[in-house]
Each structure stands twice: as structure tokens, then as C-alpha cells.
């Protein structure tokens, strides 16, 4: 591995000061919507330009490919001059704050940093997948959200690191089971074959983490999206009491689901898209390695597991379905079971 983990994970712990900095000074002139209606902020585009700066800095350039969510393409449009001159002071303030960068970067550089992340992907070779923001309406409620950084091999993910920076380091799942009492911030980093590990965004030691080993669902809790437009929560119940799950949805913003599931503070999520969604890959492709590595299982909606290879998109048969190895097998069944009694639901 060219970059190592633990570069990568100091660099996104990094970012934990340009984020505290960014949402605690938020302006309303420092939200947009994008073509999509979906929100996007000063720090969407500067933590993506700080990330592809680092990466760029640490690899050889011959093969950099970044696959990534954002582009300039609204930043160089007339009327955005303050917009491009807040993100630039503040990706500056980032790279010499933690001495990473050595001299400051210009307008132009953040542009291009930021376009830098418009590969396609692939089957072929290696490919950076970067959500700079994952949750952009969680970070702006003051809720969960994460930064999510994975490397994918010939088509596999192979590393990811997710940083949670408002995820206590203690289960959200009521048992406290890591001891670490009202300290904030998560970093989950796992590399095939080697486990996930969990530190807190200071750099302390990190833990391994596993996922609940919970085999009756009865005793299982699930995770949704916090937003009721990015997955249907009538149909993930209908899921779930099938299942003979008692307790009540926990919806949280982000792939810091994932890292919550990755850590058993929770047994299950639970994605189902609207009609005509599709799903990207710098939304799973982090989370994704997190969950398996820490022992879970992360599917489709028809059991087979995620395709990263196609693209910039998820090829898939609606719906993400996330849990452990015990319970994947009852679950698949309930998911087949309420999709064949209600198939207007897709
Ligand atoms: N309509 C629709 N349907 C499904 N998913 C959508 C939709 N719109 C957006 N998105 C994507 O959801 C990402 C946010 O993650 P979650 O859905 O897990 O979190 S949330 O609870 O809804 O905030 C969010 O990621 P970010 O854009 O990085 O915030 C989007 O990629
Ligand atoms: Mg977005
Ligand atoms: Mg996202
Ligand atoms: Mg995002």
C-alpha cells in the first residue's frame, strides 16, 4: 500500500479542526443547492480540495485517480468569487495549521484539487473514492455526519477510513461498551483482511472493533436514514417487525451508521431508496469495508454483495442491507417476504 493508514487517518483527523471551525462559523451564504436540490457547503468543497491536496502530496501523480462527489463546475459561475475565497482561506488555514502544506494554495489550486476528484472509476487498477461531506443536511442540522475516504482495487475495496467527528466514542446502542464516557468524535479505519480499528479524532490508540453477535432479532435495534426522502421508513418497519425486531428505528445521518454498526451499538441497517435513486459509490464504499471488516455483512436487496467496479454509480437491485453474519440469512428472507406482499413499494 503506497499511503499508509496511519498517514491517512491523521490526515482526515486533521480535517476535525476545518470542520469545527467551518460548521460552528456557518453562513447562510455558505450554502448552496446543487442541480439535484441537495445541499452542498463551503466545507462540502474544502474538506474534498484539503483531501485531494493530501493525497496528491503523499502519491505518485502518473496514477492518482480520485473519484469523488463534487465539482467547481458551480464555483466558477458568476456571483461565487466569495464563496471560492472563503473556501480557499479556510482549506489554507487548514493545510498550514497541521503543517501540512508548505506554501498556500490559490483559488485556482482549490478549483482544480476539487475537479480532481472527477474519475470514473472502474474495474481497471486503483481509484480513490471520497465523500467529503456524507450527510451534508446532518452537518448542518449540528447531527451525524462523516467524511468518508476508501481506496478500491481492481474493482474491491480494500481500505477505508471514516471519520465521524459528532459520533460519541461510546455506543449510541445504550450499553456503554468501550468506556469512553462523553468524549465526541470517531475515526474508523480498516484495511482488507487486517479488522477494523476505532480511535478517537485526537490520534489516541485505537481499539478493534466487531459487529453485534446478536442471533435473535428480538433483541436487535436498526438503523435507518435520519431522512425519511433518502429511504423509505414505512417499508424498513414493515421490515423489521417481520423480522420480529421489538426495538424502534435509530435514524442517524450518514455512513456513520456504518461505523455505529461496526461497533455493535447496533444489529442492523436498513436502505431503501425512492423510486429512481441511484445510489453512488462514495456513499457505501467506506462504510462498506468498515462493516465487513469488523465481521458484518453488507448486501443488496436480491443478497448479493455491493459492486464498486461500475463506476461512479452502485449497480445494484434496490435497497443496501446491512448486518451481522448470524442474522443476514432471516433478514434477506423478511426483505424478499415484504417486497414480494407490497412490490409497489420499490
Ligand atoms: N433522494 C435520495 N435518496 C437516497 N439517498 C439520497 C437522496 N438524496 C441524497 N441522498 C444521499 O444520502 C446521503 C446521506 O446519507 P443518508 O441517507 O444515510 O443519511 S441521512 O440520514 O438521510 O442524512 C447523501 O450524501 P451527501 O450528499 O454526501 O450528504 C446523498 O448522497
Ligand atoms: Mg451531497
Ligand atoms: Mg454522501
Ligand atoms: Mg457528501
Redesign the pocket.
Known sequence: MIVSMCNLSSSLGSLNSFRLKVQKALLQSDVQSKSDKSPVTVADYGSQAVVSFILQRELPSESFSLVA?EDSGDLRKDGAQETLARITELVNDTLTSDGTCISRVSEEDVLTAIDSGKSEGGSNGQHWVL?P????KGFLRGDQY?I?LALLDEGKVVLGVLACPNLPLASIGGQDQHSLHNQIGCLFSAKIGEGTDMQPLDGSSPIKVHVSAIENPEEASFFESFEAAHSKHDLSSSIAKKLGVKAPPVRID??AKYGALSRGDGAIYLRFPHKGYRE?I??HAAGCIVVTEAGGEVSDAAGNPLDFSKGRYLDLETGIIVTNKKLMPSLLKAVRECLDEKPSSL
Open positions: 462527489e465523500d461531506i456524507d450527510g451534508t462523516a468518508a450518514s455512513q453512488k462514495w456513499d
